[in-house]
């Protein structure tokens, strides 16, 4: 399964948008992108999911450059609350959908 | 989404006991479930996959007479820790799988935190 590298900490203000990038060079045709979130004691808790172009929902966007490499999630004005660590994750569903999972972002958000 | 269940949250035992975390899918069929461990300020650490009606797959490491895996039906999985010692303590979490277009999503449960006294 395809690594991904992303940065280990990133600190944002109330109302800002956060953009955190990921790389995944080695991504294969058939793999796809996922991000979690994940607060202190508890499982992780599905964000999004894509493999190309742009994917929005209610809480966050996914952008993914046509070569598919790398990967930004983009959390629109976050919140104190949306303090937590964001795992990026490439899924191969040629593997049965096993994930390895990278070290994560602790994204912190002050007033 | 999907809706996980974790039982226990949380469980403290002696050293030597055995201890099982129960794993449920609660509004969908999951023939596959995951089991993870988590230090702190860690990842999270596949630890085998279950699938129902057959023996788990582990993950190079871990010794499944340790953790025993028991996935029998569509809704539930059960890792049992025997013999527990203090090494065991860790972060342990479930997730279950549920097709979604021509992709899967996992969704995990709460976890259980295991202390070993």
């Known amino acids: 399964l395809a690594k991904t590298t992303q940065p280990i900490s990133m600190d944002s203000y109330e109302g800002q948008e956060v953009n955190i990038t990921c790389s995944h060079n080695n991504i294969a045709t058939n793999d796809y992108i996922t991000w979690y979130q994940q607060f202190p004691s508890q499982g992780p808790r599905f964000i999004i999911q894509?493999?190309?172009?742009?994917v929005t929902n209610e809480v966050a966007s996914l952008f993914i450059p046509a070569d598919r490499k790398s990967s930004t999630l983009s959390l629109p004005r976050v919140s104190l609350s949306d303090t937590a660590v964001y795992y990026c994750l490439v899924v191969s569903a040629d593997s049965n959908y096993q994930l390895i999972w990278g070290a994560g972002t602790k994204l912190i958000i002050k007033p | 989404g999907a809706v996980v269940s974790q039982h226990p949250s949380r469980v403290i035992c002696k050293s030597g006991t055995s201890v099982k975390i129960e794993c449920r899918s609660l509004d969908f069929q999951a023939t596959t479930m995951f089991w993870y461990r988590q230090f702190p300020k860690q990842s999270l650490m596949l630890m085998a996959t279950s699938n129902e009606g057959s023996k788990a797959t582990y993950e190079q490491g871990v010794e499944k007479d340790k953790f025993l895996i028991n996935h029998a039906s569509l809704t539930l999985s059960t890792l049992t820790v025997t013999s527990a010692h203090p090494e065991d303590s860790s972060f342990y979490i479930c997730?279950?799988?549920?097709?979604?277009?021509?992709?899967?999503?996992?969704?995990f449960g709460s976890g259980t935190q295991l202390s070993v006294l």
């Open positions: 894509g493999y190309k172009t742009k």
């Open positions: 997730s279950a799988s549920i097709a979604s277009g021509t992709n899967e999503k996992l969704f």
